[in-house]
């Protein structure tokens, strides 16, 4: 079924000092290579953990901000990596942002009408 080659019955003959000398070279070259594609390969694993490591971690679980009293959403929405309410404050409007990982405030921008 599989194809065999013969049985070689002549005894190694000793390789000629050039074939030796493009046997060493093919070794260095596919040492060299070899080394190469470990160090690559090791780079980009290195750079994916270091990415991991320094990612920060999502917010978990709910969240629960206090409005002041009487206030009215009016508005949410996601633009980049910040939360913005919009609030309706007995009148007044205010929106308030908050960081989208952390979900920790990060500014309050007030309106009023002038007298």
């Given at each position: 079924m599989f194809h065999r080659p013969p049985p070689i019955d002549t005894p190694d003959e000793a390789l000629t000092p050039e074939q030796e000398r493009v046997i060493a070279k093919f070794r260095r070259f596919s040492t060299i290579s070899m080394l190469i594609m470990v160090l690559g390969v090791a780079s980009v694993m290195g750079v994916i953990a270091y990415r991991m490591m320094r990612a920060k971690p999502?917010?978990?679980g709910?969240?629960?901000?206090l409005l002041p009293k009487g206030a009215k959403i009016v508005s949410t929405?996601?633009?980049?990596?910040?939360?913005v309410v919009t609030l309706d404050i007995g009148g007044s409007v205010e929106i308030r942002t908050f960081d989208a990982r952390t979900l920790a405030p990060a500014g309050t921008l007030r309106f009023a009408a002038q007298p």
């Amino acid at each position: 079924m599989f194809h065999r080659p013969p049985p070689i019955d002549t005894p190694d003959e000793a390789l000629t000092p050039e074939q030796e000398r493009v046997i060493a070279k093919f070794r260095r070259f596919s040492t060299i290579s070899m080394l190469i594609m470990v160090l690559g390969v090791a780079s980009v694993m290195g750079v994916i953990a270091y990415r991991m490591m320094r990612a920060k971690p999502l917010a978990e679980g709910a969240q629960t901000v206090l409005l002041p009293k009487g206030a009215k959403i009016v508005s949410t929405a996601v633009a980049g990596d910040v939360v913005v309410v919009t609030l309706d404050i007995g009148g007044s409007v205010e929106i308030r942002t908050f960081d989208a990982r952390t979900l920790a405030p990060a500014g309050t921008l007030r309106f009023a009408a002038q007298p």
